[in-house]
């Protein structure tokens, strides 16, 4: 069964801090997705990071596929209270990748 | 691109009572997912479509589940003779299916489940 920790599980942090979340597994996967999630709203898709040692930027936020293809990080530079959400890791599995293993989400609160 | 649409959006029934959700994906994807949240939880896999025919069934899926996309467009997803442990968040997602298996998957806004 493959599993996805997802550290830390909540995070208050001033803002203009920077942050890092971390999303660690036993398992390979073929790829890993980043997700943020509103209350009542399903996830949306930020990143898809597939290659190992992969860095993809999107403004402030910076996503690192570890070299071995079974943890990934999101960094967060000078964090605004925009940020704060649910985000979510999630590793495709199976012969064509074609289900998502998540982990439990990082609650990320920024106070103004 | 209009999105995925999931409907109802909030459904609150009695234990013992069936339910259907509705599931429209993005028109060009033929790939098909459906996921359940719980209160402080990521999504866990249910099952997945490749146009009509049904893949793959998560071990969560008990025989009172049962998911259909009969015409490889929308899908729906029955609960029958429901039970609290079945309150969630019921998540639809699609995707392209192409030969490249990273294709990332774009979720609906839900259903969300209360049974009473």
């Known amino acids: 069964t493959q599993l996805l920790e997802q550290s830390p599980q909540f995070l208050s942090i001033q803002e203009g801090e920077n942050l890092t979340v971390y999303c660690n597994s036993s398992?390979?996967?073929?790829?890993l997705q980043w997700y943020r999630q509103e209350p009542g709203e399903g996830p949306v898709l930020l990143v898809t990071?597939?290659?190992?040692?992969e860095v993809k930027k999107l403004k402030r936020l910076t996503f690192q596929f570890g070299d071995a293809r079974k943890d990934s990080s999101l960094h967060i530079t000078a964090a605004q209270p925009g940020d704060t959400g649910l985000y979510l890791c999630?590793?495709?599995?199976?012969?064509?990748?074609?289900?998502?293993?998540f982990g439990q989400g990082t609650r990320l609160t920024i106070n103004p | 691109d209009t999105g995925v649409s999931q409907n109802p959006r909030h459904k609150i029934t009695k234990r013992g009572q069936n339910v259907t959700f509705r599931c429209d994906p993005i028109?060009?994807?033929?790939?098909l997912y459906w996921y359940r949240q719980t209160l402080g939880q990521g999504p866990e896999f249910l099952t997945y479509?490749?146009?009509?025919?049904?893949?793959?069934k998560s071990r969560l899926l008990s025989d009172r589940f049962s998911a259909e996309r009969p015409k490889g467009s929308f899908s729906t997803l029955e609960i029958q003779r429901t039970e609290q442990g079945d309150s969630a968040m019921y998540l639809c997602?699609?995707?392209?299916?192409?030969?490249?298996?990273?294709?990332?998957?774009?979720f609906g806004d839900g259903t969300r489940l209360s049974i009473l």
């Open positions: 997602a699609s995707s392209r299916g192409t030969a490249n298996p990273n294709q990332p998957q774009h």
């Open positions: 398992s390979v996967f073929s790829s």
């Open positions: 999630a590793g495709a599995v199976g012969q064509g990748a074609q289900k998502l293993v």
């Open positions: 479509f490749q146009n009509e025919a049904q893949l793959e």
């Open positions: 028109s060009e994807h033929n790939r």
């Open positions: 990071v597939v290659t190992g040692g």
